[in-house]
């Protein structure tokens, strides 16, 4: 299986600007994607295929890479954006999550 | 407005089965795939089902493959997911979500908690 790493954990003051990133094992050519997940709901789809903004996702949020090394960008952080984020894969066999990395406001 | 809602889910004891089901509005169910995706308590998420739009093809990870199944009633607009022989590793919110396989999630329901304990 196609194992995504994700830093645990990253911490920021609202306004500035932070990348999260994912490193696959092996290449998931642009078949990258980016979730939102809050204490207690759903994950939300913020960004696919490396770098398209879903739709409704301020465009605060941006995505890049491509092969095995991936980031997603917010830009300015606001202090809504407190969240675990993961990535996901759906290239290789069978499709992958990150473990997640939680975004904490200073 | 495209909505999915999960049910089904609750305690049992290990070896049990159990069906979750997850009724879809808001969209042609019959044209699009339906999966599920499972998060164990304080932890990432993992994909365990698939089907496509006509229900004739499903796709399993390793970890449930002979223990779970999954299937779609199009007349209906639900999904189904049976779990058969269900171990305390199968703890865990279910989720069901609309998306290609090969492709993102774009839709989540609210998920159904599953807690296999004696």
């Known amino acids: 299986d196609t194992v995504l790493t994700q830093s645990p954990a990253l911490a920021v003051s609202p306004g500035e600007r932070v990348s999260i990133s994912c490193r696959a094992s092996?290449?998931?050519?642009?078949?990258m994607h980016w979730y939102q997940q809050k204490p207690g709901q759903q994950p939300k789809l913020l960004i696919y295929?490396?770098?398209n903004l879903a739709s409704g996702v301020p465009a605060r949020f941006s995505g890049s890479g491509s092969g095995t090394d991936f980031t997603l960008t917010i830009d300015p952080v606001e202090a809504d954006d407190t969240a675990t984020y993961f990535c996901q894969q759906s290239w290789n066999d069978p499709p992958t999550f990150g473990a997640g990395t939680k975004l904490e406001l200073k | 407005e495209v909505q999915l809602v999960e049910s089904g889910g609750g305690l049992v004891q290990p070896g049990s089965p159990l069906k979750l089901s997850c009724a879809a509005s808001g969209f042609t169910f019959s044209s699009n795939w339906l999966n599920w995706i499972r998060q164990a308590p304080g932890k990432g998420l993992e994909w365990v089902a698939s089907i496509n739009p006509d229900g004739s093809s499903t796709y399993y990870p390793d970890t449930v493959k002979g223990r779970f199944v999954v299937s779609k009633d199009n007349a209906k607009n639900t999904g189904y997911l049976q779990m058969n022989n269900l171990r305390s590793e199968d703890t865990a919110m279910y989720y069901c979500a609309r998306g290609n396989y090969y492709s993102s999630y774009p839709f989540w329901g609210p998920g159904t908690m599953v807690t296999v304990s004696s």
């Open positions: 295929k490396a770098s």
């Open positions: 092996e290449g998931v050519n642009s078949y």
